[in-house]
């Protein structure tokens, strides 16, 4: 019983599995028969979608065509139209070419016809010239036979000969000839000086035209501005150790006032100021300021001066064309560019010196060399003068003879403020170019005080004089007038006093520039009519 019932169960399990396998098999095909629908229903769809996709293709590719078409067909019309265009032109300028050479054409034909008409006109007037003067020879022959006659009627009448007339009309004639000489010399020498004048002043105005320096002011004192007030006691240090290293190592004087964030820097010598300068400013930039900093901050300043002042020279000589200069005379020579003369910088003023002068050298046929040579050399020893006794002419001369200068070079030098005769034309050259620098406008300046004063000391020496009776200083003090009783003044007396007042203004005065002195004698007659 047990045994039948386990067959009944394991055949039961045999007829599970076998229909699961059935159902597994049957589900497969059925899934397989589903994806094969899919899969052709997809390629269906895909196959419509292409077609479509073609004739889309084919109808966007006709529709290109055709704008494509229509497209070349305006582009080719354009072109066409602007060939017509440019074609129309071209037969437009053509067109009036053979109007204009028909005109040409025409008017040489008139002007053939012209010139035909007037060299026969010119032919017809020598023929008649020359019948003409046939008949001035005639008549000339004639009146010479007259002359003759009457010669031999005047000898016989006056019973001189003819070689005693003669010698009668010479001398009249001669005494006559001398007046009127006279009078032409007198005329020739007042045109001469007056075209002189006027060659001599447009000579100067082109050299000061062509000649375009800078201007510039300088003064004896540099400021030096700080950050703040807590520098300029780090500057002063303790006790004042650090401003007297300072005041040691440059051998200037700071002075240190209420003035905020401000150091002035005093000195005559530029050169010192410019290297307490440059080493103040290396201080407040590096913040170590003690003794042992500033003596080394203070000898790389001076290098780097000295390095400007040899640059500044060989600069100078570049500017004006000299380049074959003794290399120490460019050292000193560069030296000028921290010197001043009423607040002109002597540097920049022996360049313009020299380029005035070799324009005026230029004009006049002189040695532009030598005029150049000596116009920038002229002031040299002003870069020596607070070092070496004596005037910066004499310390100028003896520096470029000891430098091997040419003669001809250092008597400019030596000549150029009047202290020994001119023996060139050269050195007067460098003279006018010196005049013209230092006393054009703007070169150079003073305080206001010392331009007074300078004015009534002008005024007073002219009033000092006998028989003047007042005096102007008019032109920035560049002129003064000087009235003088004509009772007590001759007009010999004045060409006299104006030479004494002149000598005594250039002994007794500092002055830039010029001064001209203008003796005036007047006398006036009134009377009244009653």
């Not at 003794?291 to 780097?304: C, F, G, H, M, N």
């Not at 022996?350 to 060399?369: D, F, M, P, Q, W």
């Not at 002008?458 to 003088?484: P, T």
């Amino acid at each position: 019983m047990s045994s039948i019932s386990l067959m009944c169960d394991t055949a039961a399990v045999v007829a599970g599995v076998v229909s699961g396998v059935i159902a597994l098999v049957l589900g497969v095909v059925v899934g397989a028969l589903v994806y094969k629908f899919l899969v052709n229903k997809k390629i269906d769809k895909s196959k419509t979608n292409a077609v479509k996709i073609i004739e889309e293709a084919y109808a966007e590719a006709k529709s290109i065509k055709k704008e494509s078409i229509l497209e070349a067909k305006e582009e080719a019309q354009k072109i066409r139209d602007e060939v017509n265009s440019e074609a129309k032109e071209r037969r437009g300028e053509i067109q009036k070419q053979e109007e204009r050479l028909s005109v040409r054409e025409e008017y040489i034909t008139k002007k053939e016809q012209f010139l035909d008409t007037k060299s026969e006109q010119l032919e017809n007037e020598k023929s008649s010239l020359e019948d003409e003067k046939l008949k001035l020879d005639e008549k000339i022959k004639q009146q010479e036979e007259i002359k003759q006659q009457m010669l031999d009627k005047l000898e016989t009448i006056s019973g001189l000969t003819r070689k005693e007339a003669k010698d009668i009309l010479i001398e009249n004639v001669t005494e006559e000839a001398k007046k009127d000489a006279g009078v032409l010399v007198k005329k020739i020498e007042d045109e001469a000086k007056e075209n002189a004048d006027k060659i001599a002043r447009d000579i100067v105005t082109n050299a000061i035209q062509k000649c375009a320096t800078d201007l510039s002011s300088e003064t004896t004192v540099t400021s030096v501005a700080l950050p703040n007030d807590e520098m300029k006691g780090r500057i002063i240090g303790r006790e004042g150790r650090n401003i007297r290293a300072i005041e040691s190592a440059t051998g200037v004087e700071l002075i240190v006032d209420d003035t905020p964030e401000t150091i002035t820097i005093s000195s005559f010598d530029p050169i010192r100021r410019e290297i307490a300068r440059l080493s103040l400013e290396k201080l407040i930039i590096d913040g170590r300021i003690h003794p042992a900093r500033i003596e080394d901050l203070v000898e790389k300043s001076t290098k780097e001066v000295e390095r400007e002042i040899k640059e500044a020279g060989e600069n100078a000589c570049n500017d004006v064309g000299i380049y074959n200069l003794n290399s120490e005379l460019v050292k000193v020579l560069g030296r000028l560019k921290y010197r001043t003369s009423y607040g002109q910088n002597c540097l920049k003023h022996s360049i313009e010196t020299s380029i005035i002068a070799g324009l005026i050298a230029t004009e006049l046929g002189a040695n532009v060399n030598i005029a150049k040579r000596g116009g920038l050399l002229h002031d040299i020893g002003k870069a020596l003068d607070h070092e070496i006794e004596g005037t910066h002419v004499k310390i100028g001369v003896d520096l470029t003879r000891k430098y091997k200068e040419s003669e001809e070079v250092i008597h400019c030098i030596e000549a150029h403020h009047g202290d020994v005769p001119f023996q060139s034309v050269e050195a007067v050259i460098v003279q006018v170019a010196d005049a013209i620098s230092s006393s054009r406008p703007g070169a150079r300046r003073e305080s206001f005080e010392n331009y007074i004063k300078r004015l009534q000391q002008l005024e007073e020496i002219c009033n000092d004089f006998k028989g003047v009776e007042k005096s102007y200083a008019i032109q920035a003090g560049r002129e003064v007038r000087i009235m003088v009783k004509p009772e007590e003044v001759s007009d010999g007396d004045a060409i006299f006093l104006v030479k004494d007042i002149t000598k005594r203004i250039e002994n007794e005065m500092q002055y830039p520039g010029q001064i001209k002195v203008v003796v005036i004698r007047e006398n006036r007659f009134t009377d009244v009519a009653k």
